[in-house]
């Protein structure tokens, strides 16, 4: 045995700093394979169907990966991109603006992606971050409510990995932000340039991704959180509640999920004589299938069919300057005590406290 070679990474340096951010995966390919195995892999997380295993898995493998991988594969080729799946897309373009925000603010750290579902696996992305000498990660879920299927589930795939890896970096979990002064003041300036841009609907409505209604019984706080969102965009646009509607999207299966339902709701409005209607997706960071098929196309059409007349989607929070800055200044929140400022930009952050103090000191 030899005690020669330099371990995975150093031990004598000031420790290195890497960001996870996770976001939920995407097929490889908008294709009836790609999409099985896609399926298999999500719908086959315990936290996301959480019925008893073996029944699931009898149905899973016998009947809905057999029907549901080619009627889905068709949905995503309607919103793929020439670089692939929007999700992915966007996903690569938030880390990389993530690290250089960060990077401003004087923080000396690496930012990667991972994805729960497909490629790039979060194992592989904590062996890469160790490889480069990480070793204190903070990962940063793409979910701003909290929910098991999503943030616990990312939580999960990360202890896997620990259970197989001795040298273990410190590790820090941002769980929620669904109440941030910033992910809401992105939001709302997101709606508030929409408006200005596109004009005003009679209504916002703002559509969640849904969940079986049971999780929120069995103590699940993503329902809370998402009602919670919705009123303080609502309070920061200074709407009145007649004038937003939060909803829930996306059903799976025949149980019953969080209510009110989008689509439905968005009929019904449009029967009751509403004409003009804005929709925003506040819990999707980034624009997916989810998004761009199901609201922009299915339920545009929907709310058409039934009688409505201007149906305008406000894009997700994506690559926007300000969705960003909550980020970054979420991450660096959560990275206090872990001293990650390069020594001229501490230095200049100790001037500027002392300037700040003479200042105050004069007055
Ligand atoms: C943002 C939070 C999400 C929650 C909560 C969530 C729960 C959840 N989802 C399914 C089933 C499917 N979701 C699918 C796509 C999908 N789901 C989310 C986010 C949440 N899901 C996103 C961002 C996406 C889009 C991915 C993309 O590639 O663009 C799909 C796949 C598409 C399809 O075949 O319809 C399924 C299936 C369940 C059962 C669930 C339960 C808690
Ligand atoms: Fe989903
Ligand atoms: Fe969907």
């Given at each position: 045995?030899?005690?020669?070679?330099?371990?995975?990474?150093?031990?004598g340096?000031?420790?290195?700093?890497?960001v996870?951010?996770?976001n939920l995966g995407?097929?490889?390919a908008a294709?009836?394979?790609?999409?099985?195995?896609?399926?298999?892999?999500?719908?086959?997380?315990?936290?996301v169907?959480?019925?008893?295993?073996?029944?699931?898995?009898?149905?899973?493998h016998?009947?809905?990966?057999?029907?549901?991988p080619?009627?889905?594969?068709?949905?995503?080729?309607?919103?793929?991109?020439?670089?692939?799946?929007?999700?992915?897309?966007?996903?690569e373009?938030?880390?990389?603006?993530?690290?250089g925000?960060?990077?401003?603010?004087?923080?000396?750290?690496?930012?990667?992606?991972?994805?729960?579902?497909?490629?790039?696996?979060i194992?592989?992305?904590?062996d890469?971050?160790?490889?480069?000498?990480?070793?204190?990660?903070?990962?940063?879920?793409?979910?701003?409510?909290?929910?098991?299927?999503?943030?616990?589930s990312?939580v999960?795939?990360?202890?896997?990995?620990?259970?197989?890896?001795r040298?273990?970096?410190?590790?820090?979990?941002?769980n929620?932000?669904?109440?941030?002064?910033?992910?809401?003041?992105?939001?709302a300036?997101?709606?508030?340039s929409?408006?200005?841009r596109?004009?005003?609907?009679?209504?916002?409505l703002?559509?969640?991704?849904?969940?079986p209604?049971?999780?929120?019984?069995l103590?699940?706080?993503?329902?809370?959180?998402c009602?919670?969102t919705?009123?303080?965009?609502?309070?920061a646009?200074?709407?009145?509640?007649e004038q937003?509607?939060?909803?829930?999207?996306?059903?799976?299966?025949k149980?019953?999920?969080l209510?009110?339902?989008?689509?439905?709701?968005?009929?019904?409005?449009?029967?009751?004589?509403?004409?003009s209607v804005?929709v925003?997706?506040?819990?999707?960071s980034?624009?997916?299938?989810?998004?761009?098929?199901?609201?922009a196309?299915?339920?545009?059409?929907a709310?058409?069919n039934?009688?409505g007349?201007?149906?305008?989607?406000?894009p997700?929070?994506?690559?926007?300057?300000?969705?960003?800055?909550?980020?970054?200044?979420?991450?660096?929140?959560?990275?206090?005590?872990w001293?990650?400022?390069?020594?001229?930009a501490?230095?200049e952050l100790?001037q500027?406290?002392?300037?700040?103090?003479?200042?105050?000191?004069?007055?």
């Amino acid at each position: 045995m030899s005690f020669q070679s330099e371990p995975a990474f150093s031990h004598g340096s000031a420790p290195k700093i890497g960001v996870l951010f996770c976001n939920l995966g995407t097929p490889e390919a908008a294709t009836a394979p790609a999409l099985r195995r896609y399926l298999a892999q999500f719908l086959g997380d315990p936290r996301v169907v959480e019925i008893p295993r073996l029944v699931w898995l009898a149905i899973l493998h016998g009947i809905i990966l057999r029907v549901r991988p080619a009627k889905s594969a068709a949905k995503y080729a309607s919103v793929w991109t020439p670089e692939g799946s929007p999700l992915k897309v966007w996903t690569e373009k938030q880390a990389k603006l993530l690290q250089g925000q960060l990077g401003q603010r004087g923080h000396h750290l690496v930012v990667r992606y991972a994805m729960r579902y497909g490629q790039p696996a979060i194992a592989a992305q904590l062996d890469a971050l160790r490889a480069e000498g990480v070793t204190r990660v903070l990962v940063l879920p793409a979910y701003p409510q909290y929910s098991a299927a999503t943030t616990a589930s990312v939580v999960d795939d990360v202890a896997r990995w620990a259970l197989k890896t001795r040298h273990l970096p410190e590790l820090r979990f941002i769980n929620r932000y669904h109440d941030d002064p910033a992910y809401i003041a992105a939001l709302a300036e997101s709606v508030r340039s929409h408006w200005q841009r596109e004009g005003r609907g009679d209504k916002l409505l703002m559509s969640f991704h849904g969940m079986p209604a049971r999780t929120l019984a069995l103590g699940d706080p993503y329902h809370c959180e998402c009602l919670k969102t919705g009123r303080l965009l609502a309070e920061a646009l200074g709407l009145g509640k007649e004038q937003y509607l939060v909803t829930f999207q996306s059903r799976f299966g025949k149980a019953k999920w969080l209510e009110p339902y989008t689509e439905p709701s968005l009929i019904q409005l449009a029967r009751q004589g509403l004409k003009s209607v804005d929709v925003i997706c506040p819990g999707f960071s980034a624009d997916c299938l989810e998004t761009l098929e199901e609201i922009a196309q299915e339920a545009q059409q929907a709310f058409k069919n039934a009688g409505g007349q201007r149906f305008s989607y406000i894009p997700c929070l994506n690559d926007s300057p300000a969705g960003m800055r909550a980020l970054a200044e979420l991450a660096e929140r959560h990275l206090q005590g872990w001293p990650s400022k390069t020594p001229s930009a501490a230095a200049e952050l100790q001037q500027q406290r002392q300037r700040a103090l003479d200042a105050g000191a004069s007055r």
